[in-house]
């Protein structure tokens, strides 16, 4: 048999290699909702304090009340995305119409109206709750939307790493960008005041273009090929998001790697504005700083799917928290005048952490197909809803806890040098509660145990047995 039969065998099983034009335009899927979604969870915070005028409590449980709505609408768009079909497509069709509301309600959220305080409050919460919600019918349709595609966990892999390097070029557009481009704008060349409101919306509707753009093309781009029967549709039950939880282990484990995770990086970099702007004193370098978060994961990126078959996946996890540790511990230690230092520790960090927060999304087909394998159903919107809950949830810590730490350490918006107090505050945020973190996540890892011998095994056997029905 010739490798031209033996491949087309293989794609008939569903284990499809996808052209390069499609790995790019399913990444930029991602591109986009960080152009448009992380801009917000980075910045959103500092800019209601320090822009917007609200106190730093209020925006702690602002954020927290989101993600409140968030637990309950996630699941309903989960069970909705796998009960039905748009006309463009099962998952598809949610990013294309959702595409607009999504950067309309970005750019809201960065408006400061003339109201009332109490008028104010209300403005921010109504946009930010909106666009979660929004944010969430594009944001679990596209997570399914790479288990849809194939079932080769090497592809799965170099999807995942394609995906994940537009990220961090995103996470350069945000970290280096946004401020950079903010300071140009402002006739007052700083970000952190009043003053600044117009050039922030300025930037936010550039990156809300941008971001819509990238949202269409990767509509465009791809192509559904693993998805349910129009029976086993019919099937789906709300319930099953419960019954999922319950039975499918490693989907579990996944989530709180996920909640892990992204309640680490929201933190640090929640704090990495302010740690640039008080604690080293030069507001200047919040780019340069934020920046270097991205910079190491462009590099390293394009490895991964080789770097995971010389380490395996855990060995590969393990490696990358160890060296997130070193850049953490560094950064805590390091005092604020050595900025060299620090910078130097900032990318140790960052090198360990991209790879933990790229690396941990190539997991979630992996715990999708453990699920079909063990029910005959392929309910990837709701083990998305569930992973997007957590990663949401990870999102909201990163701006409740900084809120509140900052506001009981005597954070002072209005004072253009904090105390002491403040500052170790900041420092924490920074590096010491990541740290911490970090040793929960090596936790996590260890007790995920799901092979990649066991996924080709069940991946051939659901395939015979989707058959042979």
Known sequence: ?????????????????????????????????????QTVTTYLLFF??????LNPAIAAAMFLGVRIVDAIWDPIVGALIDKHT????????????????????MIACFIVPDFSETGKVVYACATYVLLSIVYTTVNVPFGALNAALTRDQHEITVLTSTRMWLVNVAQVAITYGVPTLVILFAANKTMGSPASSGAWLLVIVLYGIIGLGALLFSFAGTKERVVMSKEDQSKVKFTDLFTEVVRNRPLRIVSFMFI??????????????????????????????????????????????????????????????????????????????????????????????????????????????????????????????????????????GGFVPGIVLSLTGFNADMPVQSATALFGIKLLLAALPAVLVGVLALIVWRYNLTDTQLVEYGKEIENRNQRS
């Open 1 to 37: 048999m010739t490798s031209l039969q033996n491949s087309t065998q293989a794609e008939a099983k569903g284990f499809y290699k996808l052209s390069w034009r499609e790995r790019i335009a399913f990444g930029s899927g991602d591109l986009a909702q960080n152009i448009i979604y």
């Open 48 to 53: 209601y304090t320090n822009v917007y005028g």
């Open 86 to 105: 748009t006309r463009f497509g099962k998952y598809r069709g949610w990013m294309l119409l959702m595409a607009a509301p999504l950067t309309v309600l």
């Open 260 to 397: 892990t995770a992204f309640a680490t990086m929201a933190i640090t970099n929640s704090a990495g504005t302010y740690f640039v702007k008080y604690n080293l004193g030069s507001e200047g370098l919040v780019g340069a700083f934020m920046v270097i978060s991205a910079i190491p994961a462009l590099i390293i990126l394009p490895f991964m799917p080789l770097l995971r078959k010389r380490l395996g996946k855990k060995g590969l996890l393990y490696l990358s928290l160890a060296i997130a540790f070193v850049g953490f511990a560094g950064l805590f230690i390091v005092p604020a005048e050595n900025v060299i230092t620090i910078f130097i520790f900032q990318f140790i960090r960052s090198i360990g952490f991209g790879v933990v927060g790229a690396f941990i999304w190539s997991l979630i087909p992996e715990a999708i197909t453990y699920g079909e394998w063990q029910s005959g159903k392929r309910i990837s919107g709701i083990a998305n809803a569930l992973i997007g809950f957590f990663f949401k949830f990870g999102l909201a810590l």
